[in-house]
């Protein structure tokens, strides 16, 4: 088809459409650094400006406090919420977390083993998150929630999706990374009161691969691909 036959059943006239191959995206000329901020978010949720800054550097950046000060209040990154949760195991980075029960496990059905991840989808102008509850068993997704923040409530939501969608048995384990999404004390508190075992890996860590691995590298894949399929909803 010609541009003019495609416009023409758009609905747009031809100069609108050549307009908008030309006209930058409102914002684009901080879309990068912002895509690198959002990816230290996902990995230090904890993370204020000094540490972001000092990271950014860190990574090659050459950026100012004050810049990335307001990319992540335009972001919705600050001030994410620290809250108690129970103390179960030592880690090597200071904070309390719970043992990894997934790596052992072999899997026979669904619900015996849940595997929770986030991650973030780039729009032309700005960031929205995505956090997913896969089967590990089956690979499939259920649960899922979508939000501009990464306050505690997109967990909860893909968790709460989850659990209207399957009615867990006594021995089901929740597996997922120590963010503090998952370690918080609503997130914790949800899974205790359906009777489900907390799980969780350790970051970088060589020696707490084996199966858990692998099912977290699973659940980052699925929600990596369904983000692509709701990437092509969101955008025009």
Same mark, same amino acid.
């Given at each position: 088809? +010609? &541009?003019?036959?495609?416009?023409?059943?758009?609905?747009?006239?031809?100069?609108?459409?050549?307009?908008?191959?030309?006209?930058?995206?409102?914002?684009?000329?901080?879309?990068?650094?912002?895509?690198?901020?959002?990816?230290?978010?996902?990995?230090? %949720?904890?993370?204020?400006? %000094?540490?972001?800054?000092?990271?950014?550097?860190?990574?090659?950046?050459? &950026?100012?406090?004050?810049?990335?000060?307001?990319?992540?209040?335009?972001?919705?990154?600050?001030?994410?919420?620290?809250?108690?949760?129970?103390?179960?195991?030592?880690?090597?980075?200071?904070? %309390?977390?719970? %043992?990894?029960?997934?790596?052992?496990?072999?899997?026979?059905?669904?619900?015996? /083993?849940?595997?929770?991840?986030?991650?973030?989808?780039?729009?032309?102008?700005?960031?929205?998150?995505?956090? &997913?509850?896969?089967?590990?068993?089956?690979?499939?997704?259920?649960?899922?929630?979508?939000?501009?923040? !990464?306050?505690?409530? !997109?967990?909860?939501?893909?968790?709460?999706?989850? !659990?209207?969608?399957?009615?867990?048995?006594?021995?089901?384990?929740?597996? +997922?990374?120590?963010?503090?999404?998952?370690? +918080?004390?609503?997130?914790?508190? /949800?899974?205790?009161?359906?009777?489900?075992?907390?799980?969780?890996?350790?970051?970088?860590?060589?020696?707490?691969?084996?199966?858990?691995?692998?099912?977290?590298?699973?659940?980052?894949?699925?929600?990596?691909?369904?983000?692509?399929? /709701?990437?092509?909803?969101?955008?025009?």
């Amino acid at each position: 088809m +010609s &541009v003019g036959e495609m416009c023409s059943l758009a609905g747009m006239g031809r100069a609108g459409y050549y307009r908008f191959l030309t006209t930058p995206a409102a914002g684009d000329k901080d879309i990068d650094l912002r895509d690198a901020i959002q990816r230290i978010a996902l990995e230090f %949720p904890a993370y204020g400006r %000094p540490r972001m800054t000092g990271e950014l550097h860190r990574r090659g950046w050459q &950026v100012g406090p004050n810049r990335v000060y307001r990319l992540m209040r335009e972001d919705n990154l600050l001030c994410l919420r620290r809250r108690k949760f129970v103390v179960t195991t030592n880690s090597n980075h200071g904070r %309390p977390v719970y %043992p990894n029960l997934a790596r052992g496990m072999v899997l026979t059905g669904i619900d015996q /083993l849940w595997v929770a991840d986030i991650t973030y989808i780039r729009l032309e102008t700005e960031f929205v998150y995505l956090a &997913v509850v896969l089967d590990a068993y089956s690979r499939r997704v259920i649960g899922w929630a979508l939000d501009r923040t !990464l306050q505690d409530e !997109l967990t909860i939501a893909a968790l709460g999706m989850a !659990l209207e969608r399957r009615i867990p048995t006594p021995g089901l384990v929740h597996h +997922s990374d120590r963010g503090v999404q998952y370690a +918080s004390q609503d997130y914790t508190d /949800l899974l205790k009161s359906r009777g489900i075992t907390i799980s969780m890996s350790r970051k970088g860590n060589p020696y707490d691969k084996a199966y858990a691995s692998h099912c977290t590298s699973s659940a980052h894949c699925v929600t990596t691909r369904l983000a692509g399929t /709701l990437f092509e909803n969101l955008t025009p």
